[in-house]
């Protein structure tokens, strides 16, 4: 029975230990299959494509249209990747693009109105701020 008991004890451990990942490892690991790097990257050059947009008022709305499309397009996606491993990093990422989301809305509805083109701008400034903070949790997670 004590040989029973000692052999569990020790197939548990062994499948214990055979399935346990540290926590910043499974972070680097979200990080590298979600893409997030280039997403982020992505992301932040589309939001500034749409707040320079935003900035200039001859911008047509059919140019707004298409830069705003696609920053919500890709938050979208974006989103799709959470969560990851780390609450506050989820939490960051969400609040980011939750952030873009509103921008990209805003932008696309923005039109020749000044307000909502300054509101626009605001969200994205938001959400690409949001954006850095993340990635510096994720990378401060990620270490070892």
Do not use: F
Not at 35 to 53: E, F, H
């Amino acid at each position: 029975m004590i040989r029973v008991i000692g052999v569990l004890l020790a197939a548990g451990l062994l499948l214990g230990a055979c399935g346990s990942i540290s926590a910043s490892k499974a972070l680097t690991s979200w990080a590298v299959q979600s893409g997030y790097l280039s997403t982020a990257k992505s992301l932040t050059n589309d939001a500034q494509r749409s707040a320079n947009a935003l900035k200039i008022a001859s911008t047509s709305n059919v140019d707004l249209h298409t830069v705003c499309a696609v920053l919500d397009l890709e938050t979208e996606q974006a989103n799709s990747s959470l969560p990851t491993p780390d609450n506050q990093a989820t939490s960051l990422l969400s609040k980011a693009y939750t952030n873009l989301g509103a921008g990209a809305s805003e932008c696309y509805g923005a039109a020749a109105d000044v307000a909502q083109r300054a509101k626009a701008l605001h969200s994205l400034t938001r959400g690409v701020s949001d954006l850095a903070e993340a990635s510096a949790r994720i990378a401060s997670a990620s270490t070892p």
